[in-house]
């Protein structure tokens, strides 16, 4: 399996090569050349693991044996507190939640971190090699980087998010680690902001020769990779011919692992891309218009982007893999804040997602009408989801994605029930502890003059 830069399909990069790079030195991302394709019927009746091990394996290839790389899957989720890793639960007549919040930070981004962390470990094994991750995080990203890396030698771990911007519970998963290693930054700016700044360093060639940045955000391929397992895992779960999905989207990481799954086989009838009030990708989705507006600050801070660096994927795909012309519709979007596309091209993203952008008034209805109707409490960033699969009658298993646990967005959820969730374990005592970061200005080069003083 090789890999190719969404600009410059000339490139035949190894899946190791892509892991430590992240974004590709043209700015592009990247991608398989191929699309493996996957026999569901092999994966029946199989664990978690097992299926991971099966979806993965094409795209790491030989460069990691396969016991090892079972190994590294089975390390992953061995602590996950619910036995079936990702449950499915049936709410109603066709429409399903498949929970995502049995990790250590409670978030569907443990899925993919705690792999990617592991993986990381194993190949620095005896190696004397010194790294440093490097993320901006809308609040899930980040906690669940620190969880897979706090503590590892070798690796310093520097996470960028949006001061003032995510949930309390958010910050404190962030802050309250104090491992050596661990260098949280609140940017005083949005989350944009950060993942521009993260950009930047990357493509900044005189700090890359100074340390090796690794890039842990959805731009890491790596990262969607392992997200595509539960889309199968999912399907599995049900006894049924197809099935669609419906996903609480920013960044477009989570959404593209499920194109990814249809890409490989999963017979996928819908899919819905959910938005908060920052609807950039329900605007190109249903009217072809990427315009660059101000984030918001809603109840689902999660999917506060305006700028979804994972749509380039998709750019790529819907323009028949031609890189000029992805690199032409990125400049143009980088230069003028707008690209408006072509109506052929927005017709081939419409016979792929279904797109709708939900209110915080809607948000907030929505985990009230689920604990009413079926005592079911909700996150806000899955109830922009559960209000797509309320509004409809299926005649096939629709399955909706719980992104994140309900009591790491308490605030939103007192303000729809009036009352704050029940706090698991793993959030007790979070309240009590001792923090760490470092507030900075919105400055890519006091970012990088801070990241140079402390490894
Ligand atoms: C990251 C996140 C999202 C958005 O996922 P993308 O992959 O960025 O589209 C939605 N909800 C929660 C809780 C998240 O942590």
């Not at 260098?183 to 700016?189: D, P, T």
């Not at 329900?282 to 749509?311: E, R, W």
Request: charged share 20%; hydrophobic share 40%; glycine share 4%.
């Amino acid at each position: 399996m090789k890999y190719l830069s969404t600009r410059n399909i000339k490139l035949q990069e190894g899946f190791i090569d892509i892991l430590f790079q992240g974004l590709s030195k043209d700015g592009g991302l990247f991608l398989p050349n191929t699309w493996p394709l996957i026999d569901i019927n092999i994966l029946r009746d199989k664990s978690y693991e097992e299926v991971a091990f099966n979806i993965i394996k094409p795209f790491v290839g030989s460069e990691i044996s396969q016991d090892e790389l079972y190994k590294i899957i089975e390390n992953s989720y061995k602590d996950f507190t619910h036995q079936e890793v990702a449950p499915l639960v049936k709410i109603d007549s066709n429409k399903y939640i498949l929970e995502l919040f049995y990790g250590p930070t409670l978030a569907f981004k443990d899925y993919a971190m705690q792999f990617l962390g592991n993986i990381f470990l194993h190949l620095m094994q005896n190696k004397n090699k010194k790294i440093t991750i490097l993320g901006a995080t809308s609040g899930d990203t980040g906690s669940a980087a620190i969880e897979a890396f706090k503590g590892k030698e070798n690796i310093n771990v520097f996470i960028l998010h949006p001061h003032k911007r995510v949930s309390q519970v958010q910050r404190k998963q962030m802050t309250t680690v104090l491992d050596k290693n661990i260098f949280n930054v609140a940017i005083e700016g949005d989350f944009d902001d950060c993942q521009k700044i993260v950009k930047d360093l990357f493509l900044d060639e005189a700090t890359q020769n100074k340390t090796s940045f690794i890039a842990i955000n959805s731009i890491n391929w790596a990262r969607l990779m392992a997200q595509v397992v539960y889309y199968f895992w999912g399907y599995l779960q049900l006894n049924e011919k197809k099935v669609s999905f419906i996903v609480p989207s920013g960044n477009f990481g989570n959404i593209f692992s499920a194109h990814v799954a249809q890409k490989m086989g999963l017979p996928v009838d819908q899919l819905h891309v959910v938005t908060n009030q920052n609807d950039i990708l329900n605007q190109i989705i249903s009217s072809g218009q990427m315009i660059l507006k101000n984030v918001k600050q809603t109840y689902s801070p999660s999917m506060d982007i305006q700028i979804s660096s994972n749509f380039e994927r998709q750019i790529f795909e819907s323009v028949n893999g031609d890189d000029k012309v992805v690199k032409k519709i990125m400049n143009a979007f980088k230069n003028n804040k707008k690209y408006v596309f072509e109506k052929e091209i927005i017709t081939k993203f419409q016979n792929i997602y279904h797109s709708k952008s939900v209110s915080n008034d809607t948000t907030l209805d929505t985990i009230r009408k689920f604990k009413k109707n079926y005592n079911y409490l909700a996150d806000p960033h899955t109830a922009t989801g559960l209000s797509v699969i309320d509004s409809i009658s299926p005649n096939h298993p629709f399955i909706t994605l719980a992104c994140a646990h309900p009591a790491k967005f308490g605030d939103a959820v007192e303000k729809a029930i009036g009352e704050i969730p029940s706090y698991p374990k793993e959030l007790k005592n979070i309240f009590d502890k001792e923090e760490k970061m470092t507030i900075l200005p919105n400055n890519s080069e006091l970012v990088k003059t801070h990241i140079l003083n402390n490894i």
